[in-house]
């Protein structure tokens, strides 16, 4: 008997709304290219755009922007870009990593291997980080533009995709809250 839920039944895209913060001292709507490159991608997906705003690299700051999101029943999920890095200015880890209900650690452990393919050894440099909070997705990227599609592209983009099988993180939402 074949029942409407089963793992080979078709799925139906199913649009998110997503946050995008970029994280920098010096960036601006009109330089913001890691920005600009992920709000291209997730609207390209079919995903739809709930803000997008630029804070300096200041974890209070960052901090207040990722969680006026997580509170919010209407986004699912945050990217931020920039601040993972490991100068003096870098907050974002520390600014994000309180608010995580639970740390998606193959994240940025995969990230930093497919990253590895492209920049070499330089991506030990990268704190890239994801986890979940309040039943919202929210995944640290480095600020540039070749970490945002090496992110979205090869990670973010299908574990956002309720279609994405044997599993995805779309299909787990109602259930993050649960304790």
């Known amino acids: 008997m074949h029942h409407a839920h089963s793992d080979d039944s078709p799925r139906q895209f199913i649009p998110l709304h997503i946050a995008i913060l970029t994280v920098s001292d010096s960036r ?4 913001d290219t890691s920005g600009r490159t992920l709000v291209q991608r997730l609207q390209e997906a079919g995903h739809i755009l709930a803000e997008k705003l630029i804070v300096p690299d200041d974890k209070y700051q960052i901090r207040a922007a990722v969680s006026k999101w997580i509170a919010n029943p ?4 945050v990217i931020t870009t920039g601040g993972t890095g490991i100068t003096g200015r ?12 639970k740390k998606i650690d193959g994240f940025g452990e995969l990230f930093r291997q497919l990253s590895f393919e492209e920049i070499g050894t330089s ?6 980080l994801a986890g979940v909070s309040n039943a919202t997705c929210v995944f640290c990227l480095p600020g540039s533009s070749g970490a945002c599609k090496t992110g979205w592209d090869k990670l973010i983009q299908t574990q956002l995709d309720y279609r994405t099988r044997p599993c995805n993180l779309v299909e787990l939402m109602p259930r993050m809250l649960e304790k």
């Open 28 to 31: 601006t709507e009109e330089n």
């Open 74 to 77: 209407n986004v699912q999920a």
């Open 90 to 101: 870098d907050g974002t880890p520390e600014a994000v990593e309180v608010l995580l209900d």
């Open 123 to 128: 991506t030990i440099q990268s704190r890239a």
